[in-house]
């Protein structure tokens, strides 16, 4: 959305502005199953998770009793953080037809926001993957996303999401096995898409979060966590008088949390 300088900011605007924005940084993000959680009336969710340890059917003798067996069951507590900026549109610049700039400024803060949003769910899936898989010679082949989807399959999940790296993403734009989806167009370049490999959605990470060289990240995105939206990403104006300004926030409360850490590896080429 284009301001020009006869127009002015509004929260329509802004709110439009941050909508568009966040949709163009949702790599790590898509790692995760969304959790509308505005209803719960507390400030943490709590998980209740299948231990997945119930025993298996015996033969049972005529006249005998079955056997009562049941899984047991773990919880997961999650606590929400509260994000947020603002930009002041001050007099000196509606005045003085400084609309576009600041129009630029809020589009800078709604593309913070998206880049804190996203840096936190890299950060809870960096830190929970079940192993790390690679064979470290510096080149993301087609081997080493292999290894990792074996190594998600053999826990019984089924990966659909390859988080790569740039210099992984260069690599695999030299294997035959690299399919690029190029039929989606802009939905693609807005949230990272760029192809496919064994049945997987290749995601590229621009940000460079992949250290240590060539690598990424094989996710059964249906299975691995959950992103947990307390407050959905919102917008608020109000005036300081004491600054002759308009202040547009943008805020939201929401968690990531990984539930099964085994639906995920990383590789480390």
Partial sequence: MTLTTNDVITEDFVRETVEEVLQENLVYRQAFREID?????????????????????????????????????????????????????????????????????????????????????????????????????????????????????????????LIVDLDGYGDLLTDSNFNRATESGDEVVATGEVGQIAGMRVVVDNTNEIADGNGGFVIDSNHYGYELTRTPVSTNEYEDPERQADIMQIFTRKAWKAIFTEAAVKIDA
């Fill in 37 to 161: 959680a505005t209803g719960i009336q507390s400030n943490s969710y709590t998980f209740n998770i299948d231990n997945d340890d119930m025993g298996s059917p015996n033969v049972i003798a005529e006249g005998e009793e079955f056997e009562r067996d049941q899984s047991s069951v773990s919880q997961v507590t999650v606590t929400f953080k509260k994000y947020g900026g603002e930009v002041a549109i001050t007099m000196e610049a509606m005045e003085d037809g400084m609309i576009d700039f600041k129009a630029r400024e809020v589009e800078d803060l709604a593309r913070s926001m998206a880049e804190k949003l996203n840096q936190e769910a890299f950060e809870e899936l960096d830190a929970n993957v079940d192993s790390t898989t690679g064979d470290n010679d510096d080149v993301l082949s087609f081997s080493d996303i292999r290894d990792g989807m074996v190594a998600v399959r053999q826990n019984d999940y089924n990966p659909d999401l």
